[in-house]
């Protein structure tokens, strides 16, 4: 047999209700779990657990029928905008972003991205969350290195715009050359870092600071590269209007993204409010997934059919947006916010 010395530590958690989420939905209602340094290593009853381990065992913690169940996954946060909490409130969608967010997000450093994101991903860890989709901030080194430091499991994304009304000064040189390359280099230096917990994928901030090049060429680099596709999709009926305007469809966002095929499988769409019956078919055939912010759509945005897509076959998950959209990291609030909207749509 193994000493403590030679064998890896060993924690076993009992008496509580464990949540697995496995392939069969198991719960174990006076459950108990072994974690083997930063791994499961068993889980089942409390007895049985206690009868096996606690011989073994490092430390034994009773967890007083406490739910214990896997971390949340917060599939869209802006983890810059962590230092920006409450400068966007009460303003519609086009001046928070033109007016509030995007000068504040164009003076950041990668220091103040760092302590952001530091900050950001404190809060999530206190709400549960063990791994988020960045929605796309200006420096991915900062939130890597924070993302390290955290032990959290990520997929960060740079914000890519190349046109459009409402572009800082310094902003507004970035072509999709520059917005291709720059993405391409993020992905060389920090994909499938800090022991496999980072993930680097493509971002465009949102269609109507979007070249069809840009949005052409950001399909073809990421199946290239076998990764995904954050972007904000059809958040506002404003948002609709302009595309149906600059790009001659019938619809909206949705629409013109499924002419030009770069509606597929690695694409999370954010948001994704303002769409009929047709554009969801048109995600549901694609393969597209929705991350739907209950809290910020309760704010600004309206909520997404999310009955509609989940009938139609659709992936819906939740996230949080920003801190200025929503002023909490709390998985639980949007939850909540989630549960009450479903009353209202």
Known sequence: METNGSRNSLTVFHNATIVTMDSDRRVFRNGGIVIERDRIKCIGQSPQILS???????????????????????????????LGRGIADDVDLVTWLHDRIWPYESNMTEEDSYISTLLCGIELIHSGVTCF?????????????????????????????DCG????????????????????????????????????WFG????????????????????????GIHMHVAEIPYENEVVKGT?????????????????????LAAHT????????????????????????????????????????????SLGTDGAPSNNRMSMGTGYFALFYGSFLI
């Open 165 to 200: 009304d409402g572009l800082p000064p310094s902003w507004a040189d970035q072509t999709a050359d520059v917005c291709i390359q720059s993405q391409k280099q993020l992905y060389k230096m920090h994909n499938n870092t800090a022991d496999g917990r980072i993930r680097v």
């Open 204 to 227: 465009i901030r949102q269609i109507m600071n979007s070249t069809d090049r840009l949005l052409i060429e950001t399909r073809d680099a990421a199946k290239d590269l076998e990764t």
């Open 52 to 82: 096996q381990f606690s011989s073994v065992a490092d430390e034994i913690v009773d967890l007083h029928s406490q739910i214990l169940l896997p971390g949340f996954v917060n599939t869209h946060v802006h983890t810059s905008q962590q």
């Open 273 to 316: 409010v303002w769409v009929d019956d047709t554009e969801i078919g048109f995600l549901a055939r694609a393969g597209v997934k929705v991350s739907h912010c209950p809290a910020a759509a309760m704010r600004m945005l309206g909520f997404a059919p999310v009955r509609e897509m989940l009938q139609s076959g659709i992936t819906v």
């Open 133 to 161: 989709a960045e929605a796309g901030g200006q420096h991915v080194s900062g939130m890597a290195r924070a993302v390290e430091k955290l032990g959290l499991r990520a997929c960060l994304t740079k914000s890519i715009m």
């Open 247 to 267: 790009r001659s469809v019938e619809r909206g966002t949705v629409t013109f993204l499924d002419r030009i095929e770069f509606l597929r499988s690695n694409l």
